[in-house]
């Protein structure tokens, strides 16, 4: 077992994980549980569908090519639905967080995450730290030097879900308007969680 994996006298637990998803729809999410998705998931959604756990979350069509080329309208729903899956979905070791054609092995994810410590505040992914001199933020939010890119996913560990308030990630959606989802995540985690 990896140094970080929790071990008892009965055994080593494996890393418990929860997938959070920026748009889906009822199909999506049935394919999803027929093919992959095995694991607690919230999603959102343009309307709420309790039962594949897809919530509203309105889109920002007003916004959507105002900053830059990379605004789209639902790039605010990163945000809204990694808040609202942090204290929906029951307490995980990690938050997988992916766009609508994001696909998660599960098994493989969950091997690469035992090796890290959950309680520690991580954001893990995919590099990518090119904005071409634009900000992200359009208010006081700080812009964060590199992020996981979005449409490979992402993992959030426990400890960094812990260290962004409800309330922060509220703050962020109300003043992140440029650039994508997942730039506007790790820009938020960078100002609130260092």
């Known amino acids: 077992p990896s140094p970080h994996t929790t071990c008892t006298t009965r055994g080593c637990a494996r890393p418990t994980v ?10 999506m999410i049935n394919h999803a549980r027929r093919h992959w998705l095995s694991v607690p998931h919230a999603a959102a959604g343009d309307a709420t569908a ?3 756990h897809i919530v509203h979350v309105p889109t920002q069509p007003q916004l959507a090519g105002n900053f830059s080329n990379y605004n789209h309208p639902t790039d605010n729903r990163q945000l809204s639905i990694v808040r609202l899956a942090n204290a929906s979905v029951p307490r995980v070791d990690w938050l997988l967080v992916g ?7 599960v098994e493989k994810v969950r091997n690469v995450l035992s090796a890290f410590d959950a309680s520690v505040p991580l954001l893990l992914g995919t590099k ?11 208010g006081v939010v700080q812009q964060a030097p590199a992020w996981p890119y979005g449409g490979h996913g992402f993992a959030i560990s426990r400890g960094l879900l812990d260290r962004v308030t409800p309330a922060q990630w509220l703050f962020c959606e109300a003043d992140l308007h440029n650039f994508g989802s997942d730039v506007r995540v790790a820009c938020c ?5 260092g």
């Open 99 to 105: 766009d609508p054609d994001t696909c998660f092995l």
């Open 128 to 138: 990518h730290a090119k904005l071409g001199g634009r900000e992200a933020s359009t």
């Open 18 to 27: 929860a997938v959070a998803l920026s748009f889906a729809t009822p199909a």
């Open 50 to 52: 309790p039962s594949c």
């Open 189 to 193: 985690i960078f100002h609130f969680a």
